[in-house]
């Protein structure tokens, strides 16, 4: 099973829309509901930030958006803030061998 | 609020056998409602799920390693452990425990991660 695949890094300066791809196959992102993101802050526990496409936990504000079309997730972080420079995973459940898949991670630099 | 804590070795030695242990707080892994995976993050690779343990011990692992790797569960204890064995320097990685909730196929809680290296 391999990765999916994200850029390495995304930057962008405070206040501006960021958007990071996550890109599998039809057995995983293309053939179910069940992709989500993490935020990882180095050092720290990773968080979940969406689930299910675009479902958000509460703890995280509407500036951060999931979307999918095809066998390419997507996460939009509006409003670009200090505090959004981190590490984003994606995952999604495949019908592999292999239950769940993440991606390769990309790194979020605010200017 | 759930938190989960990963302890063990930070050095392991070639070929010896890496023991993790993540102990859970502010939720009972005896719910029944959850899994309790492993995953781990190899430097400069992404992350990689490791497997996960149900309550019962019931366990599903990742193919790749599952000729090395045992799952347990102590419900007195509310930790769940993992022992790879023969380790090699690809195993040196950041190891995570996290809660997995099936109805969702998603991680929920996560523990901060311990760094194991292997090395002799």
């Known amino acids: 099973q391999s990765a999916l695949t994200q850029p390495a890094s995304v930057s962008g300066s405070p206040g501006q829309s960021i958007t990071i791809s996550c890109t599998g196959t039809?057995?995983?992102?293309?053939?179910?509901?069940?992709v989500s993101w993490y935020q990882h802050h180095p050092g720290k526990a990773p968080k979940l930030l969406i689930y299910?496409?675009?479902k958000r936990p509460s703890e995280f504000s509407d500036r951060f958006a999931g979307s999918k079309s095809g066998n390419t997730a997507s996460l939009t972080i509006s409003g670009l803030q200090a505090d959004d420079e981190a590490d984003y995973y994606c995952s999604s459940y495949t019908t592999n061998d292999t239950p769940y898949v993440f991606g390769t991670g990309t790194r979020v630099t605010v200017l | 609020q759930v938190q989960l804590q990963e302890s063990g070795p930070g050095l392991v030695k070639p070929s010896q056998t890496l023991p993790l242990t993540c102990t859970v707080s502010?939720?009972?892994?005896?719910?029944?409602?959850?899994?309790w995976t492993w995953t781990r993050q190899i430097p400069g690779k992404g992350l990689e799920w490791i497997g996960y343990?149900?309550?019962?011990?019931?366990?599903y692992f990742n193919p790749s390693l599952r000729s090395r790797l045992t799952m347990s569960v102590d419900t007195s204890k509310n930790q769940f452990s993992l022992n790879l064995t023969s380790v090699t320097a690809a195993d040196t990685a950041v190891y995570y425990c996290?809660?997995?909730?099936?109805?969702?196929?998603?991680?929920?809680?996560w523990g901060q991660g311990i760094q194991v290296t292997v090395s002799s």
């Open positions: 343990i149900y309550y019962s011990g019931r366990t």
């Open positions: 996290a809660r997995t909730a099936p109805s969702h196929n998603h991680f929920d809680y």
């Open positions: 299910d496409v675009n």
């Open positions: 039809s057995s995983d992102i293309g053939d179910n509901k069940y």
């Open positions: 502010g939720g009972s892994i005896s719910s029944g409602i959850h899994y």
